[in-house]
C-alpha cells in the first residue's frame, strides 16, 4: 500500500515526492503518461550529445531563497544571466526594450532621462489597465507596442492582447537604463549537469517507486494508495464536467549546425517574422562547449500537449468552478501549473509544491503543535 500515488514527474509531483519520501517516511509512486521525469523542464543529451531541452529553453531564476537553497540541495549551479534579442525591422535590439532598444531601433543617444521622457510623451491614458494590450501602451505608447508586442501575442496565444489577461505580457518590463538581462532575481543559475540530473537526485530515495509511460488511468484500480497527488491538468481529471480549459501548445522543431555557433544571444524572439515565435540556442544556456550546436524553433498551436494556461476572465471563471471541485475531492490535492490552471514559472512551482507539503505534514500533527 502505498500513502500517496503522485501523477506527473514534474517540478510539483517530485518536490512533493522527494519531501514526503525524506521528510514524513511516506511511501511514494510516482508515476508519468511520458517516458521520462523532470515533466516540461526534461533535458537530454542529443544524438550529437548536446544538452538540450525537449520542451523548450528552461532558464531558472527566482527571488525566494527558500526555493533556491530547497533546489541547491540537488544541484550545483552555473551562473547564468539570460539575454534576449528581438528582430525588429530588420535589426536585433534588446528586449526587454530598454534604452539601447530605443537607440539603435531609432538611430538615436538618448540618456535615461530622455528616454523615460520620450516613453512618456507616446504611452496612452489607458483606465483601468486591465489587458495585455493596455499594460504596454500604457508604458510605450502604441508604436512600439505594435513592433515588439503584438504580433508576437498573436502568433503565441492565438489571439489579440486585448483578449488576453495583463498578466501576460506584464511578465515582460520596460527599462530606462541599459540592463539588458530578461530577469533581474536574485538568484539566476541553471543546473550544472542539468535539470533531469536534479530531478534524478530528488527521487533517488528508497522510498520513491517510479513509474514511466503510465497514464494514472491504468493503474487506479491496480495499485493500493491512500491519496493522490495530481498535477496533470484539473479539466481532464474531472473528465471535462464543465468543458475544456483552453490550454496553449507549442510544437518544438529542434536542429543541430555543424559550426560552434550560431545566434548572437542565447534567444532571438521574432515578433513579425517567422511561423515560430523564438530561437533558442542551447549552448548559451549550458555553457557546453562543443565543435556543433543545436538550437530549437517554437511554433505555437491550439492542439497538443497543454503548455500554457490561457489567462482570460472567461477562463477564470471555469477554473473557479473547477477549483471548487477540487477542493470539494477529499484525499486528492491538486498542484503545479496544470492542475491549478496557473501560467507559474518553475520557482513558483517549487514554492506552490512546498507549501502543499507543509499543509500535508500539519495535517498528520495534533492541533497544540500546529499552534505553536
Ligand atoms: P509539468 O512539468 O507539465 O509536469 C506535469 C506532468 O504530468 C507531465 O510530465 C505530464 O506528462 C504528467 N501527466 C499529465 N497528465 C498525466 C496523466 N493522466 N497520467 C500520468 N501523468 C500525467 N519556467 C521557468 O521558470 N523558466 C523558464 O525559462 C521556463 N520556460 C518555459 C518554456 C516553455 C516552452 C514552457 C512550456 C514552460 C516554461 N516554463 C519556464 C514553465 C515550467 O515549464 C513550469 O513552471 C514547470 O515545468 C511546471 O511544472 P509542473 O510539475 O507543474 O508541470
Ligand atoms: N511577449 C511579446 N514579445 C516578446 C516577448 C514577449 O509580445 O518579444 C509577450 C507574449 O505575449 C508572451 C508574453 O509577453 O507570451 C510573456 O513572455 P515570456 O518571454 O515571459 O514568455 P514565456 O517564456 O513564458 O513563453
Not at 148 to 156: A, G, S
Not at 243 to 252: C, V
Not at 355 to 369: C, M, S
Request: hydrophobic share 35%; glycine share 6%; net charge negative.
Amino acid at each position: 500500500m502505498f500513502d500517496y500515488l503522485i501523477v506527473g514527474a514534474g517540478f510539483a509531483g517530485s518536490v512533493l515526492a522527494e519531501r514526503l519520501a525524506s521528510q514524513l517516511n511516506k511511501k511514494v509512486l510516482i508515476i508519468d503518461k511520458r517516458n521520462h521525469i523532470a515533466g516540461n523542464a526534461y533535458d537530454h543529451y542529443n544524438e550529437d550529445g548536446i544538452l538540450v531541452h525537449r520542451y523548450g529553453p528552461h532558464i531558472f531564476h527566482t527571488n525566494s531563497r527558500d526555493v533556491f537553497d530547497y533546489l541547491s540541495q540537488f544541484t550545483a549551479w552555473r551562473p547564468y544571466e539570460h539575454r534576449v534579442l528581438a528582430s525588429v525591422d530588420g535589426q536585433e535590439v534588446p528586449m526587454p526594450i530598454n534604452l539601447d532598444t530605443i537607440n539603435k531601433l531609432y538611430g538615436l543617444a538618448l540618456t535615461s532621462f530622455q528616454v523615460d521622457d520620450f516613453f512618456k510623451s507616446v504611452a496612452e491614458e489607458v483606465s483601468p489597465i486591465s489587458t495585455s494590450e493596455d499594460v504596454v501602451v500604457s508604458k510605450v505608447g502604441r508604436e512600439l507596442y505594435e513592433k515588439f508586442f503584438r504580433n508576437y501575442t498573436r502568433k503565441q496565444w492565438g489571439m489579440d492582447p486585448s483578449e488576453l489577461d495583463k498578466s501576460v505580457t506584464s511578465r515582460v518590463p520596460v527599462r530606462t537604463n541599459r540592463d539588458d538581462r530578461y530577469f533581474t532575481d536574485t538568484y539566476q543559475a541553471m543546473p550544472l549537469h542539468g535539470y533531469t540530473a536534479m530531478f534524478e537526485r530528488m527521487l533517488a530515495h528508497p522510498n520513491i517507486k517510479i513509474m514511466l509511460n503510465t497514464d494514472y488511468h491504468e493503474i487506479l484500480d491496480i495499485i493500493p494508495f491512500k491519496e493522490i497527488i495530481y498535477s496533470g491538468p484539473v479539466d481532464e481529471y474531472f473528465d471535462f464536467r464543465y468543458g475544456k480549459l483552453p490550454y496553449r501548445s507549442l510544437e518544438f522543431k529542434h536542429e543541430t549546425l555543424d559550426k560552434p555557433l550560431h545566434l548572437p544571444s542565447a534567444v532571438v524572439n521574432y515578433p513579425n517574422e517567422h511561423a515560430y515565435t523564438r530561437v533558442t540556442e542551447f549552448k548559451y544556456l549550458t555553457g557546453q562547449v562543443h565543435p556543433k550546436t543545436s538550437l530549437v524553433y517554437e511554433y505555437p498551436q491550439a492542439e497538443g500537449d497543454p503548455y500554457y494556461p490561457v489567462p482570460r476572465p472567461e477562463n477564470a471563471e471555469v477554473y473557479t468552478k473547477y477549483k471548487k471541485l477540487a477542493d470539494e475531492t477529499p484525499g486528492v490535492h491538486f498542484v503545479g501549473r496544470l492542475a491549478t490552471y496557473k501560467y507559474y514559472n518553475m520557482d513558483q512551482v517549487v514554492a506552490q509544491a512546498l507549501t502543499l507539503f507543509k499543509k500535508l505534514e500539519n495535517k498528520g500533527k495534533p492541533e497544540k503543535v500546529l499552534g505553536k
